[in-house]
Nanobody
Framework: QVQLVESGGGLVQPGGSLRLSCTAS????????MGWHRQAPGKQRELVAD???????NYADSVKGRFTISRDNAKNTLYLQMNSLKPEDTAVYYC?????????????WGQGTQVTVSS
């Protein structure tokens, strides 16, 4: 069973930076897609950014130019560098990993890490 553990959340002032990490219990090399999602109070969970195994990335319009997603297969870790943070970035951030095997899709989720942007 794959386990994903996020870390790096916290309280930061507007304009500040945080780097989130998501470490998997095993190799992430086999995952077809990994990403970060977030859920603010009273809102639906939304995609922030994702990265496929080949390295191509995709970002929500709201974070383009401010956030960078990356993965280190050697460390079994996914990252999200968040710069120029805004109060509207406040949410619980979840790591997601997708494995496609024999035509079936398997989704794995971390427990989430809180990011609060406030002065």
């Amino acid at each position: 069973q794959v386990q994903l553990v996020e870390s790096g959340g916290g309280l930061v002032q507007p304009g500040g930076s945080l780097r989130l990490s998501c470490t998997a219990s095993g190799s992430i090399f086999s995952f077809n897609l990994m990403g970060w999602h977030r859920q603010a109070p009273g809102k639906q969970r939304e995609l922030v950014a994702d990265i496929i195994s080949g390295g191509s990335t995709n970002y929500a319009d709201s974070v383009k130019g401010r956030f960078t997603i990356s993965r280190d297969n050697a460390k079994n870790t996914l990252y999200l560098q968040m710069n120029s943070l805004k109060p509207e970035d406040t949410a619980v951030y979840y790591c997601n990993a997708v494995l496609v095997l024999a035509g079936s899709r398997y989704d794995y989720w971390g427990q989430g890490t809180q990011v609060t942007v406030s002065s």
